[in-house]
């Protein structure tokens, strides 16, 4: 039977563990080095003496059966080496607790050793596919730990720092693909069934997390750490570049994968990004599943920002030019295509010339236009029918 009352186990001088449940005098050498050794894995990956104890040797839940505590000991340290799991996040947080800006790149860091971040995404399948067995399989888009991670990154890049020269810099950048990349997958894992577009498998998910909120409102739970919420208003303008092939006697608009149509955006709490196309497909510049064109220019990016503005623009604009992965940067500028975005001007009167007009979002004659709509048009047409699957 579990014992009720919290134990303490002295590891050494400097540490020490706490668990519920029986260890007798032999059960607790045993604990006590297998732990030990534990320690000096997680210290060598980063981890403070304060994340370590108060984060990985608190509150451990001893077996009743004895042959499953090597196993439960083992499971541990191996879902401690998952990024975002249950004990790694309970570290996390133990370690946000330290306000510094070095403490904060600390951990990022070590989330960066954790996931096997290479210095430059090759935007291979393969190795896409590898990244993401490093993170949590239960990790979902709304859990409140993206927020907590976003943080993390907002205090160790204050300003405009992300943009400036450094590994790590470039790392944290191209971590946002990534994280889109597992979202996806995540839903893909989850919500999508049979014959289920990405789009399909989000609206489920979509209700789900609606139902979910409704059910602790019922309940009279309002302190709960991250209610659900999305946005399907954001502008998708910047992930909607098409190129242009002068080459000719006449301009040709040419789009990713030679696919005309138009990508549109769905935030979950502004940090959590899905970009769609209007087959239903989830648009990654690194994918689990299927690279295209459109996926590598036009793909969603986790916000590291709160909101749209000036550390949106810090954070989560500025460092594209810098930090970009080169295959990114490869495919949007070719010799005789390059690829860009529609820019803002919202009438011909407002316009600098007839080329700025004609580049414009909301033109509906211009070079994103299709049928007589601007691409603005066509891209709310495409987030309405998105959302009645909700």
Known sequence: MMATKLSRLPLNDDYQASYHGFLDAQDRDIWRGLLLEQVKILHQLGWSKSCIEQGYLSLLKVPEIREEHLSYLQKRLVDSQLFGSLVFQKMWHVGMQQSRMTDAQVLLKIAMQ????????????????????????????????????????????????????????????????????????????????????DAQALAKYIRDMDQRDSLLEKLGITNYDYYFEYSLTDSSRLHNKIALDRSGKTEQVIYPDGQVGVNFKILLHFHTEFILDEAGHFLNEVDAERVTENGVLNGASFNYANRNGAQHSSLDVSPVNVHDPKFRKKLARQKKLRYISPNRTQGRRGAKSISDWELSYFNPRGYFSQNGKSAAQRVQEAAKAFEKLL
């Open 114 to 197: 954790v996931t096997g971040m290479p210095d430059d995404l090759s935007g291979r399948l393969e190795e896409t596919q590898e990244l993401l067995r490093r993170f949590d399989p239960d990790l979902e888009p709304g859990d409140a730990f993206w927020k907590h991670f976003a943080q993390t990154v907002q205090r160790a890049f204050p300003g405009q720092s992300l943009a400036g020269d450094g590994k790590l810099n470039r790392q944290i950048h191209q971590f946002r693909y990534l994280i889109s990349s597992q979202q996806a997958q995540w839903l893909r894992q989850h919500f999508r069934k049979d014959n289920d577009t």
